[in-house]
């Protein structure tokens, strides 16, 4: 299995099962992968497939209200959450 995906020993592979409880495996190129990220992307996906319509850019007025609101904070999206999450 790890040779057929290139994946080194102490690599990581992933396992996932659709709706149809088929399984297919992976080589975890993300060491972040999440299963509930990458469905809830599906969903998205699908979402827009059915109603297009429903996307739409936000307006002038809503971008400049956040980032007035976010002006001066400065965001790292790789720093690591410190303490319990709940989601």
């Given at each position: 299995m790890r040779q057929?995906?290139?994946v080194d020993y102490g690599g990581r592979i992933v396992f996932r099962v659709d709706e149809q409880r088929c399984v297919t495996v992976h080589r975890a190129d993300?060491?972040?992968d999440d299963p509930a990220i990458d469905?809830?992307?599906v969903?998205?996906?699908e979402d827009i497939a059915r109603r297009p319509e429903g996307v739409?850019?936000?307006s002038p007025e809503?971008?400049?209200?956040i980032a007035a609101?976010?002006?001066?904070?400065?965001v790292d999206l790789d720093?690591?959450?410190d303490g319990d999450i709940e989601l």
């Open positions: 057929a995906l290139g993300n060491e972040h469905r809830f992307r969903f998205l996906a739409r850019a936000i809503l971008a400049k209200r609101l976010t002006k001066g904070i400065a720093e690591a959450i």
